[in-house]
């Protein structure tokens, strides 16, 4: 008979997802992956469906920084600087998505669904801007946090 009150790994998973969707970081990550999936319905289903790439990258680059930070894998992995590789990855979506949504919005006329995706677009290049900035303000206060005094010069009795 099977052991019911061990925990499997799935059920595991969807506690990590449930429980990090339910934090700021989490639930910012989600929307993100979320509008840009409707940006790249609305860029397909337009005539001119090349502003695609931008969403398509946008969504893999925000599903993996969901998948690294929901599974801890920051901790595991600390060759890489993850927040300052979040933090680039949040300017840049914000930069492209801002640009190219501008662009659909003015030269879209007559293409309600290029239209569409630029109007969702501007609404993602403030999400990625609003991730961007509650990333600088997490560098910043980790960095005031590092710099603190070890007090080597008070143990040695000189100040």
């Not at 019911?4 to 595991?12: D, F, K, Q, R, V």
């Not at 990090?20 to 840009?36: D, N, P, R, V, W």
């Not at 677009?121 to 206060?141: E, M, P, R, S, V």
Request: hydrophobic share 50%; proline share 1%.
């Amino acid at each position: 008979m099977a052991d019911t009150t061990a925990s499997s790994p799935a059920g595991n998973c969807l506690e990590r997802l449930k429980s990090y969707t339910k934090t700021q970081k989490g639930f910012i990550l989600a929307t993100e992956i979320l509008i840009s999936l409707i940006i790249l319905i609305c860029y397909a289903s337009s005539m001119y469906g090349g502003y695609s790439a931008v969403a398509i990258c946008e969504m893999v680059f925000a599903t993996i920084m969901f998948i690294v930070f929901m599974m801890e894998l920051d901790k595991q992995f600390q060759v890489v600087h993850w927040v300052w590789t979040d933090l680039i990855r949040a300017a840049i979506g914000a930069a492209l998505y801002l640009i190219t949504s501008l662009i659909c919005v003015i030269q879209g006329a007559g293409d309600g669904a290029r239209i569409a995706g630029g109007v969702f677009g501007l609404l993602a290049g403030l999400l990625f801007a609003y991730d961007t900035y509650t990333i600088y303000l997490q560098l910043k206060n980790s960095r005031g946090h590092s710099a603190a005094s070890t007090g080597v010069f008070s143990n040695m009795g000189c100040f």
